[in-house]
């Protein structure tokens, strides 16, 4: 079956320090890759995604995340965070092409940035 | 700019109650979805839609039930609330052409006592 692994829980970072989430899928075939974000009191939304083409994603807010279709991962990363980055990260697989409409996320990874 | 809009932001309920949980987009989105957010568990899809009256069991869907009667709007139905069913239930919708892109609404927060 496939699954999305966020191996971090719950990240504490300080101000101007650098952020790197991880997330590994389980999926053989073509995907599509998905970085939400979950504002405290806010609705999910999408930060960035991935497609085809550039393995380098630029998201909103100075994220990016990179495809290394290999290690079947997609980090999401962002090199000096704010504390406006507080928040909940899911990333999120959905099979390409599939007509499952099935979007698979993994648990979440609470972010913690103290001013 | 892009809505979904979920009728109730918290809801307490008593053990088997009916409860209706209602949401509407205004995207003219043809998919509409209904996950449940739960700490360490991420989103797990409950039910999910592809056009008016039509409906697809997701991974949770014991206990709920679904209804689409219009385009715009997706309710879901917990025919007899139990305390398992406390949690955080999330609407999202979607094109049709399934690239994965939800848009979400703001959740509806409900307590089972």
């Known amino acids: 079956a496939q699954s999305v692994s966020q191996h971090n829980h719950h990240v504490i970072l300080s101000e101007a320090a650098s952020l790197e989430l991880g997330c590994n899928y389980s999926y053989g075939g073509t995907v599509n890759l998905f970085w939400y974000v979950q504002y405290p009191g806010q609705h999910l939304q999408l930060l960035l995604k991935?497609?085809?083409?550039?393995?380098l994603v630029k998201g909103i807010k100075g994220f990016e995340a990179e495809f290394i279709k290999s290690k079947f991962s997609f980090n999401l990363r962002k090199p000096s965070v704010q504390w406006s980055d507080t928040a909940e990260y899911f990333c999120a697989v959905n099979h390409y092409g599939g007509a499952t409409n099935k979007l698979i996320f993994g648990t979440g990874t609470l972010l913690a940035v103290q001013p | 700019d892009v809505k979904v809009t979920q009728s109730s932001r918290y809801l307490v309920k008593r053990t088997g109650e009916k409860v209706f949980l209602e949401c509407v987009q205004d995207m003219d989105h043809e998919n509409m979805f209904w996950y449940r957010q739960d700490p360490g568990l991420g989103l797990r899809l409950i039910y999910f839609?592809?056009?008016?009256?039509?409906?697809e069991k997701g991974d949770i869907p014991e206990g709920y039930s679904v209804s689409r009667e219009k385009k715009e709007r997706f309710s879901l139905i917990l025919e007899s609330a139990s305390t398992n069913q406390t949690s955080m239930y999330l609407c999202?919708?979607?094109?049709?052409?399934?690239?994965?892109?939800?848009?979400f609404g703001e959740g509806s927060r409900l307590t089972v006592l």
């Open positions: 839609s592809y056009d008016v009256k039509m409906k």
């Open positions: 991935y497609f085809s083409g550039d393995p």
């Open positions: 999202a919708s979607s094109l049709a052409s399934n690239t994965g892109e939800l848009f």
